[in-house]
């Protein structure tokens, strides 16, 4: 007597376990959003560290100055060569201090050409017109300031070049310059209330060539000076 060992088909309970095993093991959703943020996060800090390494530092001894004087607020400060939608402030850098704005947290700072940037306790996050939300840089703190008390992004547009930066070292700014093309403009200071663990400025300096060839400053070199009028730190310049 033989047996009939031929292949059967499933039965509906199988076909069930089987249907209900297949969609538990359905691909999830691709975040593409979370991988373009990310990526451009990598991008913006990979540029932020090839910039470091190119300042030269002048190191200060560590003295305490009072901090300098408040005003409400800041103008947009631009090179000669960059358009701009108002006048440049162009001031002689050896009598003139910074003028300084004091903002809250998270208040928007308009830095030009569409830039935005805003502090917080730690970090500061700017953001260019194609950004839907800002990038922070931190941890930043006059008690650890580095090697090198500048920290600083740049955004190249194609009517200019955008800087936005933060100076961490322990003797406060009390005034800051861009030099650029034989012209020096002072910069504002823009802070936190209090004794903020930084301060930061801004500026827009002419447009640079699309393959960076003169590196991510240009020909622009910024100064930081102390209320003596001591420099406390430069970066930038050819």
């Given amino acids: 007597m033989s047996t009939d060992i031929s292949p059967q088909p499933p039965s509906p309970e199988l076909w069930q376990v089987l249907d209900?095993?297949?969609r538990g093991c359905?691909?999830?959703?691709?975040?593409?959003?979370?991988?373009?943020?990310?990526?451009?996060?990598?991008?913006?800090r990979r540029r932020l560290v090839t910039g470091t390494l190119a300042i030269a530092?002048?190191?200060?001894?560590?003295?305490s100055l009072a901090l300098p004087r408040e005003a409400t607020h800041s103008p947009a400060v631009t090179s000669t060569r960059a358009p701009t939608p108002g006048p440049s402030v162009s001031r002689d850098p050896a009598d003139d201090r910074s003028p300084v704005r004091v903002v809250r947290?998270?208040?928007?700072?308009?830095?030009?050409?569409?830039?935005?940037y805003m502090l917080k306790k730690r970090?500061?996050?700017?953001?260019?017109p194609a950004d839907e939300e800002p990038i922070c840089v931190g941890y930043l703190d006059v008690n650890q300031p580095g090697a090198v008390p500048m920290t600083f992004n740049t955004h190249p547009l194609e009517k200019?070049?955008?800087?936005?930066?933060?100076?961490?070292?322990?003797?406060?700014?009390?005034?800051?310059?861009?030099?650029?093309?034989?012209?020096?403009?002072?910069?504002?200071?823009?802070?936190?209330?209090?004794r903020p663990a930084y301060v930061s400025s801004y500026a827009v300096g002419a447009p640079q060539p699309a393959d960076a060839s003169q590196g991510l400053l240009g020909d622009a070199?910024?100064?930081?000076?102390?209320?003596?009028?001591?420099?406390?730190?430069?970066?930038g310049g050819r």
Wanted: proline letters at 7%; a positive charge.
């Fill in 160 to 194: 200019g070049m955008v800087y936005v930066f933060a100076y961490t070292g322990k003797t406060p700014a009390a005034r800051i310059t861009m030099t650029e093309d034989g012209r020096t403009t002072v910069l504002p200071i823009v802070r936190l209330a209090g």
């Fill in 57 to 63: 530092l002048l190191t200060p001894p560590a003295i």
């Fill in 221 to 235: 070199q910024f100064r930081v000076y102390g209320a003596d009028g001591k420099e406390l730190a430069r970066m």
């Fill in 20 to 22: 209900e095993a297949a």
């Fill in 123 to 128: 970090e500061y996050c700017d953001a260019n």
């Fill in 26 to 44: 359905a691909p999830t959703v691709f975040p593409r959003d979370r991988v373009v943020r990310r990526a451009r996060l990598i991008k913006r």
């Fill in 105 to 116: 947290p998270g208040e928007r700072i308009e830095a030009g050409l569409g830039v935005w």
